[in-house]
């Protein structure tokens, strides 16, 4: 029995087309046409509604063509393959995340197919057409940047109401890091700079990015700063423009030992947040290590809370942790003996002092080192009444979270290195990426597999088209979709 089908085009219309359905297959019968607002669209259907009054008899035309035996009759031609199920599944997860109401879908393509085959722009739009059979004029891209470049704060807007709606998170708690992306270039400007490098490329410029995510790794929010900006300074830019911009009045901050400074927890405290944030032991006074010392029991899983300049003091200790410091310790002491019997300094050598009269070990700084084997610490500002020892701990190991986010935009969404060289596409890219991380945790989250994973079942279903001229009608036959694939589909909720 025949059907009229609405479905989205790639320029972001409606079409409307009679189809049938057997099993797997989609018959396109007539293609009506398409239309961009619903008065046009409802005049199509009308035309479909007429069209198949007028061919009562269409529905059996392709009674020879679907036979099994006619597949190979002569005539018969096959016009490839396309990826439909892996394109409609990841749309669908775009409009469970409120992205395809950007009425934007280059850009949301861009997304889409960088979970695929993370690559150039122009090479992306190449793909979309290969794969999907989704075309995007290639030379309307840079001429259209500044208006994607507009859209970061809607996107931004939709990953929000996303967390709070879908995911039930309040945002009580966010997590924020920051990493660097370099580039392919030893060129720099006002936005790519030489800096301190997380990938160990100091001699390329790069961008400093800062992240939000939510306790279960949902992108909230991110930020581009100039390559050389100190991480520290780069929290409450974020911070601001994501109060500001969600109506968040109250939240927690975790971070890393990177954000401890007093000016920034006090700032932090003024916007009425509250904060958990790495503690840097190896700079604590001596009078503060000394009282962390006498009262934590060097057991597994104990811990101990005391007041500290950055608010109370969080301190755990950990036999695993002992451990990897023990072994740290004496690969560090043996090259500091090694580098003062050859009367050289060392480039960042730990445990040495001295200068142009000679160099010698630090033994103060050794002995005070080995207090601290297997001792973590975290400053809050959350009393124990609120949040016992155990539970602020937790929390900031949460942050792997957002360690997982970079890994993740990193490697399986090639976010570096960075090939553009003006600010513009830089900032489209990073765009692109981030839209892409929502699409990809929004999936983890709902399968529990990896983006890759998910990407991989989807890739095994095929669409194979078929083109007979007697009837000139084309035939679209869908491959059998494993067991493992229509799992992740029902998780998804995706029909299929």
Partial sequence: MASIRKTK???????????????????????????RDEAGVAELV????????ENPGEDTLLAALNAETSLVQEGTEFLGVKHGLAYETLSTIAEHC????????????????????????????????????????????????????????????????YARNSLKDGLSLVLYDVTTLYFESFSADELR????????????????????????????GYEVFPGNTFEGKTMLPVLDQFMAKHNVTTSTIVADAAMLSSTLLEQIVARKMTYIVAARLANASDQLLDLVCRRLVREDGRTVRV????????????????????????????KAKLLVAKG?????AKFIKGGKQGYALDLQRIARAERLWGIKGYC?????????????????????????AFRMTKSDLAARPIFHFTEDPIRIHLLICFMALILARAAELRTGLSIRAVVDALWTVTDATLYHPMTNKRVTIRSNIPIQTRTILRKLKVPY
């Fill in 46 to 53: 009308r035309a479909a509604q007429r069209w198949y009054s």
């Fill in 193 to 220: 700079v030489q800096g301190f490098s997380k990938d160990s490329k100091h001699q390329q410029p790069q961008v400093v990015v800062g992240l939000l995510v939510t306790r279960d790794g949902f992108p909230l």
């Fill in 307 to 334: 007041k500290s300049p950055h608010g109370d003091m969080v301190c755990s200790f950990s036999s695993k942790r002992y451990k990897k410091d023990k072994a740290t310790h004496e690969k560090d002491l043996a």
């Fill in 380 to 404: 809050t500002n959350i009393p124990r009444t609120m949040l016992d020892n155990k539970r602020v701990i937790a929390r900031y190991h949460d942050l792997w979270r957002v360690e997982k």
């Fill in 344 to 348: 050289e300094p060392g480039k960042r």
């Fill in 9 to 35: 085009t790639a320029s972001g219309a409606t079409a409307v087309q009679v189809v049938r359905y057997t099993h797997a297959r989609i018959e396109i019968l007539k293609h009506i046409g398409s239309a």
């Fill in 98 to 161: 409120g992205l395809l109401s950007l009425a934007d879908s280059m850009l949301m393509d861009l997304a889409i197919i960088r979970l695929v085959e993370p690559t150039s722009k122009l090479r992306s739009l190449a793909l979309l057409e290969e794969y999907f059979g989704i075309h995007h004029a290639r030379s309307t891209f840079y001429s259209r940047l500044e208006e994607m470049l507009g859209r970061k704060g809607e996107v931004e807007q939709l990953a929000v109401s």
